[in-house]
């Protein structure tokens, strides 16, 4: 079983950069695929990023590409989510997922078998 941890949030201003990390203590991470998603009060979880076992393929929400550079080091069981340009729309608490069911990985949050208990970002206007 896989445990998640992030870390990294906080409030910022809007036009600042954050980075969050997913630290995960499994020993096999390269064979999950991962996800970032984040919720903001009253909404559905939102996919952010996700990427492949080896972190060579990565694709993103329209919302946050060009922004968010989502990577993965199998070497130090790391995933990683760096936030430039944050918008106030950003704010939410964001969680990193991980599936051993799927090379590629996965837009829809129940996809996921694995998450983290969240990190909140907060952007001020």
């Known amino acids: 079983q896989v445990q998640l941890v992030e870390s990294g949030g906080g409030l910022v201003q809007a036009g600042d950069s954050l980075r969050l990390s997913c630290a995960a203590s499994?020993?096999?991470?390269?064979?999950?695929?991962m996800g970032w998603f984040r919720q903001a009060p009253g909404k559905e979880r939102e996919f952010v990023a996700r990427?492949?076992?080896?972190?060579?393929?990565?694709s993103y929400a329209d919302s946050v590409k060009g922004r968010f550079t989502a990577s993965k080091d199998n070497a130090k069981n790391m995933l990683y989510l760096q936030m430039n340009r944050l918008k106030p729309e950003d704010t939410a608490v964001y969680y990193c997922?991980?599936?051993?069911?799927?090379?590629?990985?996965?837009?829809?949050?129940?996809?996921?078998?694995?998450w983290g208990q969240g990190t909140q970002v907060t952007v001020s206007s």
């Open positions: 997922a991980a599936t051993g069911k799927s090379f590629s990985g996965s837009s829809r949050p129940d996809s996921y078998d694995y």
């Open positions: 499994e020993r096999t991470f390269s064979r999950y695929a």
């Open positions: 990427m492949d076992w080896i972190g060579g393929s990565i």
